[in-house]
């Protein structure tokens, strides 16, 4: 809670310029409220209401998100979301729907931040990778099937 | 077309390996139908892609594989090996070109008066050992770090691989006859899976061809997280169709790389690479 | 020892594609270490914040999840010039920061 506010109004104080400036810029401790709770849950639905407060995103189309159909390695399994046909993206949230925890990671934007982020996530086994966008205060979803397999012959 | 190929390849093959009558292999005809037979099986690819291994079969596999490159993990070991080699510099102008885009492509090469393959990664060794330094190990690390920084400096150099007497021809032969050779609990060859059935799975890893296969190390690999060299990953792949694997650097993986770099001579070096 | 992080960064019309690439083993601390028979430790980026001449533009939490090595791309409203800086957090105190000047 604090994290969201933090950004909205009293993000560039004198104090961050001077840090950035002595090239001392780290995340403040009132910035760095790690989500335990969110991280933790089992579930998609708990890692959202832990997140957002809700669980429930309409599907939509306008989220482009881009993940192999088959991961050549399930532990850096390449993932972009783009967000960017969406206006006012508040932020954007990766899961796992089958890691033991499904919360993989979770963006917030600035107004001169663009809704999209590519990233490596790993996934523990064949599931769906579900991109949450927040945009004016609703909740979108895109979804998608990533095949993990075991190795062949290469090991 | 692809069938007569097919079976000239492996017949020409099985019948030079058992016969001693090594003067009638000719390297570059080997290369040359090497490159026929690939360009015949998959006539969309072009022999210059192949460098880029088992990714040209898959639009889906080329794509993570163009996400990796994009910023790719093998970037810290580059400099690390650039610092590693300039720690060492009055050691290894001793032994090699001081303009360091000009050391990588001259590997392996056959050397007359020890009448062995010399690669790359012995030779850094060897320049150390003979200047009184401990010599790195061969699989990764150092070596490799070394390795790394040097492909990088002479990426899209093309491959060059000369076989100018009897004495390389017979390191040649050696090696093309390991490649062809079937081994291990599984009795396959290098060529069974990297020739023959190339483009295919093995359960969920696609075969990558054995054309090109040299080009990209030393490689990134995905499942290591870190990187490794050539005779690292022949003693991988040697472990995982239960063949007893030989030691890296010896003479029968240096004939081996020997016999594969020539193949792929005239395609250009993209090492280091990222591969899972 | 501070995190070591790349930094590659391009602007484009006014819009900025910013990549980094860390340098972090990001153990979840579900990884069973075959050789003491108990998980490795959690060591991973908790915190990671993106600014654009000092003000923050991203701010975000990671999980063990997140790949070893880990690469983050994002797109910041951001001209040639304008300096972008990424600053990180582990679960150990662990941090890193970077700073590049956009081409």
Redesign the interface.
């Known amino acids: 809670m604090k994290?969201r506010s933090f950004?909205k109004g009293t993000?560039?104080t004198g104090a961050?310029?001077v840090?950035?400036?002595a090239?001392?810029?780290?995340?403040t401790t009132v910035?760095?409220e790690?989500?335990s709770k969110a991280?933790s849950s089992k579930t998609t639905e708990d890692a959202l209401s832990s997140v957002f407060g809700s669980s429930t995103a309409t599907a939509s189309s306008d989220i482009k998100l881009k993940a192999?159909?088959?991961?050549?390695?399930g532990?850096?399994?390449?993932i972009?979301v783009d967000a960017?046909a969406i206006s006012g993206v508040e932020s954007i949230a990766i899961l796992?729907s089958k890691?033991?925890?499904p919360?993989?990671?979770?963006?917030?934007?600035?107004p001169?931040?663009?809704g999209?982020?590519?990233?490596?996530?790993?996934l523990g086994q064949t599931m769906n990778v579900v991109a949450i966008v927040k945009a004016d205060g609703k909740l979108l979803k895109a979804e998608q099937e990533v095949k993990v397999?075991?190795?062949?012959?290469?090991? | 077309m692809k069938k007569t190929l097919l079976i000239a390849l492996s017949l020409g093959v099985s019948v030079l390996a058992t016969s001693s009558m090594a003067a009638t292999i000719d390297p570059e005809k080997d290369r040359q139908q090497f490159v026929d037979f690939f360009k015949a099986k998959n006539p969309n690819i072009t022999p210059e892609e192949y460098v880029n291994g088992a990714y040209v079969y898959s639009a889906d596999k080329m794509a993570q594989w163009e996400a990796a490159e994009e910023f790719p993990p093998y970037l810290d070991a580059i400099d690390e090996g650039e610092a590693l080699y300039n720690k060492d510099l009055a050691i290894y102008q001793l032994c090699f070109d001081s303009d360091v885009s000009k050391i990588r492509a001259k590997y392996p090469y056959f050397d007359e008066s020890t009448k062995q393959v010399v690669t790359l990664e012995g030779a850094i060794n060897k320049c150390r050992t003979d200047a009184g330094l401990k010599p790195y190990g061969w699989k990764k690390g150092p070596i490799a770090q070394i390795s790394a920084y040097l492909a990088d400096n002479a990426r899209g150099q093309k491959i060059d691989v000369k076989v100018e007497s009897d004495a390389a021809l017979a390191a040649y032969t050696a090696g093309r006859d390991f490649f062809n050779k079937p081994r291990g609990q599984f009795n396959l060859s290098c060529a069974k899976c990297h020739v023959d059935n190339s483009g295919r799975n093995a359960r969920s890893n696609t075969l990558s061809s054995a054309l090109g296969h040299t080009t990209h190390f030393p490689v990134f690999r995905a499942k290591w997280q870190n990187l490794g060299t050539l005779h690292r990953r022949y003693e991988g792949c040697q472990k995982n169709i239960r063949a007893q694997p030989y030691k890296p650097q010896s003479e029968t993986y240096r004939n081996l790389e020997f016999f594969q770099a020539y193949m792929s001579n005239g395609l250009e070096i993209n090492g280091p690479g990222y591969r899972e | 020892m501070s995190i070591k992080i790349r930094m590659r960064g391009k602007s484009k019309a006014g819009i900025a594609e910013v990549k980094a690439l860390i340098k972090h083993p990001m153990e979840s601390g579900l990884r069973m270490d075959k050789k003491t028979g108990k998980p490795h430790p959690a060591k991973f980026i908790e915190t990671v914040e993106i600014a654009v001449n000092g003000k923050t533009a991203v701010n975000a939490q990671w999980s063990g999840a997140v790949s070893a090595n880990p690469y983050v791309s994002v797109k910041v409203n951001a001209n040639s010039g304008d300096e972008v800086s990424i600053a990180v957090i582990d679960n150990t105190g662990a941090k890193g920061s970077s700073t590049l000047k956009l081409k």
Request: net charge positive.
């Open positions: 994290r950004l993000l560039a961050t310029v840090a950035v400036n090239g001392l810029l780290t995340p910035l760095a790690w989500n991280f192999p159909a088959i991961a050549e390695n532990a850096v399994t390449p972009t960017t796992g890691n033991p925890m919360l993989v990671c979770e963006y917030t934007f600035a001169a931040a663009l999209f982020v590519s990233t490596r996530i790993k397999t075991i190795g062949g012959c290469g090991g």
